[in-house]
Nanobody, 122 residues
Framework: QVQLVESGGGLVQAGGSLRLSCAVSRPTSSSYIMAWFRQAPGKEREFVAS????????DYADSVKGRFTISRDIAKNTAYLQMNSLKPDDTAAYYC???????????????WGQGTQVTVSS
């Protein structure tokens, strides 16, 4: 069974940086798109960033453009989210997701991780 495991969350002061990782084990498909979502308390889950199978194409939510960078290491089945200039509004549980196949943009996401908490203090 496929498993997505996020890591790298924590507590950081405003203006600081964190790097999240998402490792995929036992993937259902040999190629897939990866993405990050987040959910703050009392709010709906929202899209943060996604990256194509090749890694050449990335998409970002307007709220994180210029501050966050998504990347991936295909050989390691791992995606990363480098978060710089963090703001208190970035506080949320961050979830990794995969969409099997290479269709871009993806229609849906098929598997999800359990999430990692990011807390940004002011």
């Amino acid at each position: 069974q496929v498993q997505l495991v996020e890591s790298g969350g924590g507590l950081v002061q405003a203006g600081g940086s964190l790097r999240l990782s998402c490792a995929v084990s036992r993937p259902t498909s040999s190629s897939y798109i990866m993405a990050w979502f987040r959910q703050a308390p009392g709010k709906e889950r929202e899209f943060v960033a996604s990256i194509s199978w090749s890694g050449r194409i990335a998409d970002y939510a307007d709220s994180v453009k210029g501050r966050f960078t998504i990347s991936r290491d295909i050989a390691k089945n791992t995606a990363y989210l480098q978060m710089n200039s963090l703001k208190p509004d970035d506080t949320a549980a961050y979830y990794c997701a995969v969409s099997w196949g290479t269709r871009w943009p993806p229609v849906k996401y098929d598997s999800w991780g359990q999430g990692t908490q990011v807390t940004v203090s002011s």
